[in-house]
C-alpha cells in the first residue's frame, strides 16, 4: 500500500530549535575547554547533530558511527549491526555520543559498550527525543532534549522505512480510525 500516513506535529520546529540551544549551552559549560569528539550515529541524528554544532563555539571534532537495528517498519530487530566503523581514535578523548531518539535502548548500549572498550577518557550521551516507556536496557541520558510518549516518531532525521527525516518538525503518525 502506498498511501501517505496522517502526520501530526509532536515537537514544532520552535521548541526542537529551543532544546538544542538549551543542550549546547550544557554541553558548552561541560566542555568548552576539552576539545571533545562529538559521535553521531547514523542516521538519524545528522540533523540534529549538525543544529547542535553550530551553536557550540569552541574546538571540537566530529564524527560518525553506523549503527542499524531496524528492518523495515517500526520495529527494532533486536540485534545492532555495525554498519559503519568510526573514522577516527576515541582512545583517551573525551568523548560525547550525539543520538536522535532512544527507545529500547539496546542501540545506544550496544554503542556505548563499543566506545568503552576503546577507552576513552570520558563518554556521555547527548538525545534529543527519549521514549523511556518502552526501555529493555538501562541507559543513562547526560543530556535530554525531550521525553516522548510511546508513538513512532518521523521528522527532523527520523524515518520510517527511509522517508521522512527531511521534515523539520518531529511528527508522530497517527493511527487509522476503525469504521
Ligand atoms: P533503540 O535501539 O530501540 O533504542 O532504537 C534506537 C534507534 O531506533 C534510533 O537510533 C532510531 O534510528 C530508531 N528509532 C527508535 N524509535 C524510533 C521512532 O519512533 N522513529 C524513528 N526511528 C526510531
Known sequence: MNSQPKLRILFS?????????RLAAEIRQDYHDKCPLLIGILKGSFMFLADLIRHLD???EVDFIGLS?????????????????????????????????????????FCLDYLQQRKPASLKLCVLTDKPSRRRVPVTIDYLGF?????FLVGYGLDMNQKFRN?????????????
Not at 147 to 151: C, D, G, S, V, Y
Open 13 to 21: 520546529r520552535q521548541e526542537i530549535e529551543a532544546a538544542v540551544s
Open 58 to 60: 569552541f574546538p571540537l
Open 69 to 109: 537495528s531496524y528492518g523495515k517498519g517500526e520495529r527494532t530487530s533486536g540485534k545492532i549491526k555495525l554498519v559503519k566503523p568510526l573514522g577516527s581514535s576515541v582512545k583517551g578523548r573525551e568523548v560525547l555520543v550525539i543520538e536522535d531518539i532512544v527507545d529500547t535502548g539496546l542501540t545506544t548500549a
Open 147 to 151: 521525553t516522548a510518549p510511546n508513538k
Open 167 to 179: 521534515l523539520p518538525d518531529i511528527c508522530f503518525i497517527e493511527e487509522e480510525e476503525q469504521c
